[in-house]
């Protein structure tokens, strides 16, 4: 099994520890991994943006790097979603279509597929989860509190497996926190104030840290939790998976 | 997107000026939520019933010409009167002609957000007919001169002591006097004169039965029947969605209205109008107003499924925090920005944009209306008609070129962190919006495609 | 081409041509308790009241201590000796003053405490709504389980006016605090007869 390590932009740029810890969880996890070095980008801020139009090159590139792999694993429910949901080629849709079924995100990756038993992890702290939207509610990582059915959640199946981690209760278990995309400035009030109360939440049940699958969510929430002085944290869940 | 002074960014910003009573507003609609939640996790087979919902107004979608001349057959023959009006303008000119002809000036209301669609109030005041609403939320906010700001809780944007000092203008309360329950009588006692004496009524329509022809309207306070069961004549006004085949559907609709929109089994009321009482007369006005137009648009005539249940508002993040003005529109929320780019593209195409695409509509929705996968495709739609502002289309252009030109990309990567580090104030800074109130993240010395260069092959 | 057909016209272009049958409505009554049980539950959490009673006349004594106050009571239940018989003719406006009206309903239902009432049995629509106080009368054995039961017992009726009742009156339209009697009935309760 060859698996393609899908990057996303902002996390290669900002982030890189949270792609190098994705790396190694895999790694350790016996995969084989390559990093196609021609990549972007997904394509979702154009899209989400209302100009989906204008993806077809970044599609067609995403294409050509993702292609020939037997699994692309990615470290962002969102980005996941945006290719699953809307990748197409003009040449090379069998390539394409083939991504779209073989892309994962990095907890479902280690469920499902690997179906990972136990980790070599260590984190002795008080941890919040944050929920992404277009993981839960898109991917179904986790059940959605707005259905009537039996409750499930693969990266709380995974974070249960660290060693000596407290996870917290949260007042509003799967809130948006108001990222958004392009949202996160063009409708920078209400996202401000949709950030400020998650974190708020995380905050009033004691977390040291909170962590979640996608880093745009957290890149978010930690611009709010460090304008107000906060000792709190972010830590993407492939970090705290991956720490000892 | 629209740059007027009405689009949602700029309303949710005067909005958030006032952090407290946004946060007793988003409380208050979240208990709202809190509330479904409990009433739908009381019936173990909600899901399902949502399908079967679904289903129903699905087959209607597909047979609707046929099921409104069937309706229309069977309450003809109930002595109901129909009437049909291509839009707003022809609707109101029918309630006014019936009005005039029965020489009538002053009319009772319940709640309708069709007329509020077609800004029947205005209208007839221009012609001299006085109209009272009597949903307690809508008397309220039409004493202050504002629009709804929620379908199903017309006030919920105002607090208690607004409400007092509104009804000591114009009912002479005690001033101070907060108290909902006090409140609340002097409300009672001041439409009960206007139920007495008014000789037409106006209602909405939840829903209308095509097999048998009539129609239900459902209400707690009762102020509907109040209204209906007093006048000469009774007019209900209906936006052609909302009929569904047979009676029996009825149970699957009641089951659901109610509890999707605030937790209640059932409204106190589901009065279901079949014949006009001995003597009085009731017509029925069927609108348009758009709808054909978005039935034929395949992505998004699922819209017309939705039975108002407010439930979408209730759990939207941005709704919550914004406040049902900010959408500048009769129906606000998650539901009324997929409905009214329909109605007019510029005028609303800021408001697709007023949302996270979180999906926590679509999954409350009691007719599982794809609400959030229409707002991203609406999005699409105003972008490609033009609608978006020529700053945002060379904006998109340049990170196109950025994000499928891998060289390019990595260049202005370095760049951007390079700055960020050496002269932060370039994007540090008040024109930033994002720094507004968010700082941003520190610059790593290298990006992953870097470390990986270094430490892998 | 007249308004109407035109709007048909267009309707009929646009609507989708997939076929969408009708689902089945088949949903299994809730039987882990007791119908009138469930019944009392659900109308206690709407803010109503009930009494279980043997005959009418344990409804003609309660009425009579529990509503000292109401001057004007008026029954459309032919075997309550106590209180005003009304005729379908009379002008609703005249109902303004009633305090208490004694309505029967043709049945309950247990889910959502909803009474299903006809203009036939109430004479006058607007009883159950203008009244002050009200109070319904039902047999125990007409209380069904859900409301896809209370149609199948609808049926094809045919009547002019027919409304489930569930509760008083209410609003929460002021910062949500509930509030009982908006414009309707300040009050309800309902006689559960279970007399033999």
Redesign the interface.
Known sequence: MIVALFVPCYIDQFYPQVAIATLELLEKAGVEVVYPSRQTCCGQPMANSGFEHLTHDCDELFTDNFGDYDYIVCPSGSCTLHIKDHLHSSDKEDKADHIRRHIYELTEFMTDILQVKQLNARFPHKVGVHQSCHGQRGLKLSQMSELVAPPFSKPLQLLKMVEGIELIDLDRQDECCGFGGTFCVAEEAVSVKMGKDRVADHIRHGAEYITGGDMSCLMHMEGILRRQNSPVQVKHIAEILNSH | MSHSDKDHPKLAEQFNADEPRVDWHDETLWWVRVKRDKAARSIPEWEQLRETASRIKNNVLANLSEYLIQFEEQATRNGITVHWAKDGKEHNAIVLGLLQKHGIDRMVKSKSMLTEECHLNDYLQQHGIEVIDTDLGERIVQMRKEPPSHIVLPAIHLKKQDVSDTFHEHLQTEKGNNDPQFLTQAARIHLREKFLTRRAALTGVNFAVAETGEFVVCTNEGNADMGAHLADIHIASMGFEKIIPQRRHLSVFLRLLARSATGQPITTYSSHFKKPRKGAEMHIVLVDNGRSTQLGRKDFRNSLKCIRCGACFNTCPVYRRSGGHSYHTAIAGPIGSILAPNLDMRKYADLPFASTLCGSCSNVCPVKIDIHDQLYKWRQVLMKEGYGSTIKKMGMKGMTFTLSHPGFYQFAGKAGRWAMKAAPFIINNKLNPWYKQRDMPSPPKESFGEWYKKNRK | M???D??????????????????D?D?PP?VSKPACDKFIE?LA??GGASHLVKDYEAINAIIKTAYPQAKRIVTTCAALPAGEHLS?DAD??AL?NVDLAVITAHFAVA????LWVTEDIVQ???LP??TQQLAVIVKKEDILN???Q???R?G?E????????????????????L?L?????KTMCVFILSGK
């Open positions: 007249s308004n109407r035109q709007i048909l016209q267009t309707i009929k272009n646009n609507q989708p041509a997939t076929a969408s049958p009708l689902p409505i949903f809730d659900a959490g709407i379908a609703p406006h303004d889910e959502n405490a909803a006058q629509r607007a709504f203008i859900n409301m896809h209370a149609y199948q609808i094809a045919d009547y002019g006016f027919g409304t489930f009742i569930a509760g008083p009156s209410k609003t929460a339209d002021i910062e949500q605090s509030v009697g908006a414009h309707g009935p």
